[in-house]
């Protein structure tokens, strides 16, 4: 029981590490994005009515002029990544590349890294998967059943009694369907079985190969 309740704290304080790094990554985009240096522009001139005035047209058009200018934001994984414009947003939200595949994935270790290297991850936590999901610019959703392995944030995930994981993975399992995601089982567990998936790979397949596999089965467009 006390090995039991250990993991639950790990798993929790996982979580919470994980859900930090995300609310620092949309604060990041957020500040850098156009829309709201405009607002912060047009709040101090109206702060001051004299000079404010008279240096607004001056910062907007400065604003104009640089608004395909590459900026940088730090995402999830905490690496640097290029911030593009307004139709990039959902995707510079999470972290994710506005090309090439991304991969939202509910991810044991081992599968996070192996992924890692040849697609761009969103990773996915219990306590906002499915925001997180709708918000994404994904091209599939990938759920690791070795990620429901004690000591991970989630923890049993697949391990019947524990309906605070089921409820959280049904839920962004309902937002991948609404928006056509494909959904990917890696492995099997009891409570992951006949969840209507619509592929699924065996443990010791090559995710890229199983990538380049499922790019052509669901014609994903990688923009």
Same mark, same amino acid.
């Given at each position: 029981m ?9 798993a929790?304080?996982?979580?919470r ?10 604060v ?5 994005? #156009?829309?709201?240096? $405009?607002g912060?522009?047009?709040? *101090? /001139? %109206?702060?001051?009515p004299?000079?404010?005035? !008279?240096? @607004? ?13 590459p ?5 999830v ?5 290029p911030?593009?414009s ?6 510079l939200?999470?972290g994710?590349p ?12 081992a599968a996070a890294?192996?992924?890692?290297? #040849?697609?761009?991850? $969103?990773?996915?936590?219990?306590? *906002? /998967? %499915? ?6 610019? !994904?091209? @599939? ?14 923890a ?5 009694g ?5 409820r959280?993975?049904?839920g ?11 959904l ?40």
């Amino acid at each position: 029981m006390a090995d039991r309740q250990v993991s639950r704290l790990k798993a929790a304080l996982a979580d919470r590490e994980a859900r930090v790094r995300i609310l620092e990554a949309r604060v990041a985009a957020l500040e850098a994005s #156009t829309s709201l240096r $405009v607002g912060r522009a047009v709040t *101090d /001139a %109206a702060r001051r009515p004299g000079k404010g005035v !008279v240096r @607004l047209p001056r910062e907007l058009y400065r604003m104009w002029r640089h608004r395909g200018t590459p900026n940088v934001v730090t995402s999830v994984d905490a690496r640097e990544r290029p911030m593009f414009s307004a139709r990039d947003e959902d995707r510079l939200i999470v972290g994710s590349p506005a090309t090439g595949l991304a991969v939202a994935g509910v991810l044991g270790r081992a599968a996070a890294e192996e992924l890692g290297r #040849t697609a761009h991850v $969103v990773p996915l936590m219990p306590h *906002d /998967a %499915a925001l997180i999901l709708d918000t994404a610019d !994904v091209d @599939l959703v990938l759920v690791d059943a070795a990620a429901g392995a004690p000591g991970g944030p989630w923890a049993y995930l697949g391990v019947p009694g524990v309906p605070d994981r089921e409820r959280a993975l049904l839920g962004l399992m309902d937002v991948a369907r609404s928006r056509g995601r494909p959904l990917v089982l890696l492995g099997s567990a009891p409570g992951l079985a006949g969840l209507g998936w619509d592929a699924t790979l065996r443990t010791d397949t090559p995710l890229d190969e199983a990538l380049a596999g499922l790019h052509a089965r669901f014609s994903l467009d990688l923009g």
